[in-house]
């Protein structure tokens, strides 16, 4: 769940501050290009055709073949994060909330880390990056799967997977405060506001938020606010870094295990016994949802590009949803899934950018200024 929101976020905070999505590759100077029509115009633009024919028939084998593959583990992604929230409910039955917030970073930094020694990739070496890498594992995964965790003691596992789906909401609203340069559209503004009344809609606020409980459902959003602030830091302090994002993933989360380490035992007891269920839970938490589940998105954003990788968190929060009722048995009102239909409307409305509009093209024998 920590990366859920990532690539949206950075590919909009890229667009904001006008970083240029062109290699340099494909980049031409005006000069040359003014000079080679210059001197054949004609044959450029023949060559041009055949390239570009070349290049889509080489080019068409592939992509029939990532789309025979990329389905699968999208759908994987969205099982193993809808479940995690059923994960956290099971884990906090056995365990503390904070054990069980160890326990899964613990194990998805095993997982990253066994990753790393096959790869044969480092970890960063740079006291400077280890620093801002300990303010985003506090962001991104110490601080947010506490307040999940302690959250579920209240509130049904549906409401949590619910209130993760506003962290595109906070994103595109700390991306304007963030970022001067990222002026609200109607359209956002407009998704903002249907967003928030979805959550009024699945607390609600009507009956004056009777039946929830407001601490635990402020904890989950807080939660979910955390991960829009972890990116935006990380986007400013981190960016351009030359290591891969597998090494520093396996970092922040070793760094998250270890603050974690040290906060858990000041404020819980060592556990008298071991619940198989509930360690389970824990183990198929850190290792899927946080540590595999982190390979498989990266695989996604490589393959298929950050604007599709993120739809997976439009069904996280149905998967959630359908997980607490058929296996935990939770209640759900009527307001709940209309609420979440009406969150899921206005975190897409607020990632949407409408469509440039084509140029006219003049009628056939009239002439233009």
């Known amino acids: 769940m920590c990366y859920e929101v990532a690539p949206r976020i950075v590919d909009l905070m890229s667009t904001a501050i006008g970083t240029p999505t062109a290699s340099a590759d494909t980049t031409t100077s005006p000069a040359t290009t003014a000079a080679t029509a210059d001197k054949d115009a004609a044959t450029t633009a023949t060559t041009a055709a055949g390239s570009l024919r ?17 389905q699968l583990r999208f759908a994987v992604l969205s099982l193993v994060w809808g479940f995690s929230f059923l994960f956290i409910k099971v ?19 095993l997982v990253l880390l ?34 999940f965790a302690y959250a579920e003691l209240t509130i049904p596992s ?29 359209r956002r503004v407009a998704g903002l506001g249907l967003g928030f009344l979805g959550v009024l809609t699945v607390l609600g606020a009507w009956q004056g938020f009777a039946g929830t409980d407001l601490t635990g459902t402020v904890m989950a959003l807080g939660a979910s606010l955390c991960y829009p602030i972890g990116w935006i830091y990380v986007r400013r302090t981190l960016a351009g870094v030359p290591h891969s994002h597998l090494s520093m993933s396996g970092a922040q989360l070793l760094l998250a295990t270890a603050q974690l380490a040290v906060v858990t035992p ?104």
Request: aromatic share 8%.
């Open 266 to 369: 000041l404020f819980t007891t060592a556990p008298t016994s071991y619940p198989i269920i509930p360690l389970l839970a824990v183990f198929a938490l850190g290792a899927l949802g946080t540590g595999l589940a982190f390979l498989i998105q990266y695989g996604l954003v490589a393959e298929i590009g950050p604007t599709t990788a993120q739809m997976v968190t439009y069904f996280i929060p149905v998967i959630a949803t359908a997980a607490g009722v058929a296996l935990l048995h939770e209640q759900l009102s009527w307001n709940t899934p209309v609420g979440a239909l009406i969150v899921l409307a206005g975190a897409a409305l607020t990632q949407s950018r409408p469509r440039p509009s084509r140029p006219t093209v003049p009628p056939t024998g009239s002439t233009t200024c």
């Open 158 to 186: 549906t409401l949590a997977g619910i209130c993760n789906a506003t962290s595109p909401l906070w994103g595109m609203a700390l991306s304007v405060v963030a970022l001067s340069e990222d002026r609200p559209t109607r």
């Open 54 to 70: 070349s290049a889509t028939a080489t080019a068409a084998p592939p992509a029939r073949g990532r789309a025979r593959g990329w």
């Open 114 to 147: 066994a990753v790393l020694v096959v790869k044969r990739e480092r970890l960063p070496r740079s006291a400077r990056t280890w620093a801002h890498l300990t303010v985003a594992a506090f962001l991104l995964n110490a601080l947010p799967f506490s307040l």
């Open 91 to 109: 884990g906090t039955q056995g365990f503390a909330p904070l054990q069980v917030t160890l326990g899964r970073v613990a194990f998805g930094a």
